[in-house]
């Protein structure tokens, strides 16, 4: 979806015609595996969105796009024109509807479910009718995603369900979750959604997640961790710091670690450089402290910089060092703080 946000909206001239063909292609080879170009497929959501944008996958691909051409949206023929003219009331619907609006018009439109369920299902969450959602999830056709969208919907009403300013509405959520992991994902949004207005309750929401953190292992408490310095670097909190401190050893060695085992599961280097890509769990997680240092250098910049220089790769070190300056040049940044929380569709993500 945000491939075709992006295809939509920034094209030549303003977006570079190299770039924006190498993201044509990308969608192109989506749809193909996605097998649109089959005539007896009766067609997923990227086959519908790929029709959006067919003139452009002809343009730049001219033969490879001949067997999506049945899904063009845009194309002279007047049933074409019709088909365009759909599937934009389709979108408007989508964005302006109600929600009753939009389940009447997938009754009596079915091939529109696609589109459309996805936006009922907000919808239903932002009216806080998590029934009627959980209904529109279980009647939601592709089964791969039916279980993830059922389990965000418990997670919204659990965060409907609480008060941040009630430490017992927390406690009593928390009790439902069957994992430390589940529970550490919450606590970390709700911090992070009281931090604006309550930084007392914010902080001992934090601290309270640190102590499961902690005492949890591996992959869990490193992203734990993370998401950890970071919100209490957001809410001026020397903690951040300390956390980043005693990670920094522990990254080194994950570092020289999958730099050994570079090519076996993930491509972390390029040319023997940390590629900077954010590809795996490691790399993702090192791209979120790059990309946030800009946080801790208003906090305390001779800190920053100490931290930052006990990286041991150099590439590291001189990315997490120019974010650092550009923090102290530029306005305050927002906190980008990507976390999978398992299980949901889609990533669910911390961005205060």
């Not at 550490?184 to 934090?206: E, G, H, P, Y």
């Not at 956390?243 to 570092?255: A, G, K, M, T, Y």
């Not at 590809?279 to 946080?295: D, I, K, P, R």
């Not at 929380?341 to 669910?348: A, E, G, R």
């Amino acid at each position: 979806r945000f491939a075709f946000t992006l295809a939509y909206q920034f094209q030549p001239p303003q977006a570079d015609e190299r770039v924006y063909k190498d993201l044509i292609g990308l969608l192109l080879s989506a749809a193909l595996a996605k097998d649109c170009g089959k005539p007896d497929n009766d067609g997923s959501e990227i086959c519908y969105q790929i029709g959006s944008i067919f003139s452009k996958v002809e343009k730049y691909y001219g033969s490879r796009a001949a067997p999506l051409k049945r899904w063009d949206q845009e194309s002279e023929d007047s049933d074409m024109q019709q088909a365009g003219a759909y599937w934009r009331q389709v979108r408007e619907l989508g964005e302006k509807g109600t929600l009753e609006e939009i389940l009447a018009f997938i009754e009596k439109n079915p091939e529109s479910k696609y589109e459309l369920y996805w936006a009922a299902l907000k919808k239903a969450e932002n009216s806080a009718d998590f029934g009627k959602a959980r209904k529109i999830a279980a009647d939601f056709p592709d089964s791969e995603q039916r279980d993830g969208l059922l389990a965000e919907i418990d997670l919204a009403e659990k965060r409907h369900l609480t008060n941040p300013e009630n430490p017992d509405s927390i406690q009593r959520v928390l009790s439902t979750f069957r994992s430390e992991q589940d529970r550490v994902q919450f606590m970390l949004a709700t911090a992070a959604r009281v931090s604006t207005s309550d930084r007392k309750t914010a902080l001992q929401i934090l601290n309270q997640t640190r102590a499961i953190v902690d005492s949890s292992r591996g992959k869990a408490q490193l992203e734990g961790q993370v998401a950890l310095a970071l919100l209490y670097c957001s809410l001026k909190s020397d903690r951040g710091f300390e956390i980043v401190e005693s990670l920094i050893p522990r990254l080194n060695q994950l570092v020289a670690a999958a730099a050994a085992l570079d090519g076996l599961e993930n491509n972390y280097l390029r040319d023997d450089e940390w590629n900077m890509t954010g590809a795996g769990e490691l790399g993702g997680m090192l791209t979120v402290l790059a990309q946030n240092a800009g946080w801790f250098a208003r906090l305390d910049f001779d800190r920053a910089v100490t931290i930052a220089n006990q990286l041991e790769r150099p590439e590291l070190r001189l990315m997490t060092e120019l974010k650092i300056a550009q923090g102290v040049f530029s306005e305050p940044p927002s906190i980008q703080v990507q976390m999978q929380f398992q299980p949901s569709y889609p990533p669910y993500r911390i961005i205060d």
